[in-house]
């Protein structure tokens, strides 16, 4: 399954499908990304990040694609469970501001695993 | 070690009344973030202190809000007095660095304003 941009909020996929979460980022000068997972009653939770300067980093079971030229990141589940259902955040590190950056989140994706 | 902990994890109150959230973040993180997601839309930052100094206030909605860090551990936002448009669920997270990349999550104070 896969979801486009921050206009489709919901996802379902089929427990053991591979899922695809979509996002738009606005600053062509962000040169930090990040994947968060939030699960019901709890904070964000970091999954994996990405420098501006790669354009695919894995880790265990899930991949973040960046694409720089169109301002797209992507989030890859491989072979999703039950646990993998939760509101999924992407966020950039925008611009410096006062010798600080903060992070810009996007609107976010909320996952389903269908058993 | 203790995780970003926030108090209360929930609070409904009525309009026009002050309603203060508690942040305590990991001990030893100099920065500390404050954020807040509407319902269904996406988190937004509200402001960063740097030890007790805020760096960045840019995000306060208004002067309703006020957030302190006295001494430099836990902070304090305070709604004041709160609009039902304040209802959503404040996030706080802390770092030690000021880059905002190594931000650890606090779970989060679902406030309702009826």
């Known amino acids: 399954g896969e979801s486009v941009g921050l206009h489709l909020p919901t996802l379902s996929v089929q427990e053991g499908d591979n899922s695809i979460i979509n996002c738009a980022y606005s600053?062509?000068?962000?040169?930090?990304f990040i994947w968060y997972k939030q699960e019901s009653g709890k904070g964000p939770q970091f999954i994996i990040d990405i420098r501006s300067n790669m354009d695919k980093r894995q880790g265990q079971r899930v991949t973040v694609l960046l694409n720089k030229t169109v301002k797209h990141l992507s989030l890859q589940i491989a072979a999703t469970q039950p646990g993998d259902s939760a509101v999924y955040f992407c966020?950039?590190?925008?611009?410096?501001?006062?010798?600080?950056?903060?992070?810009?989140f996007g609107q976010g994706t909320r996952l389903t695993i269908n058993p | 070690e203790a995780g970003v902990t926030q108090f209360p994890s929930h609070s409904v109150i009525e309009k026009g009344q002050t309603v203060t959230l508690r942040c305590d973040p990991i001990s030893g993180h100099d920065n500390l973030y404050w954020y807040r997601r509407v319902m269904g839309k996406e988190i937004k930052f509200l402001l960063h202190?740097?030890?007790?100094?805020?760096?960045?206030e840019s995000g306060m909605p208004n002067n309703r809000f006020l957030a302190e860090r006295t001494g430099g551990t836990y902070s304090t936002l305070k709604v004041q007095p709160a609009e039902l448009e304040d209802s959503g669920v404040y996030f706080c997270a802390s770092s030690q660095d000021r880059r905002n990349t190594e931000a650890f999550f606090g779970q989060g104070t679902r406030l309702t304003v009826v």
């Open positions: 966020a950039e590190n925008g611009v410096w501001i006062q010798g600080a950056q903060k992070l810009v």
């Open positions: 600053n062509s000068a962000s040169d930090y």
């Open positions: 202190f740097v030890k007790e100094s805020k760096q960045d």
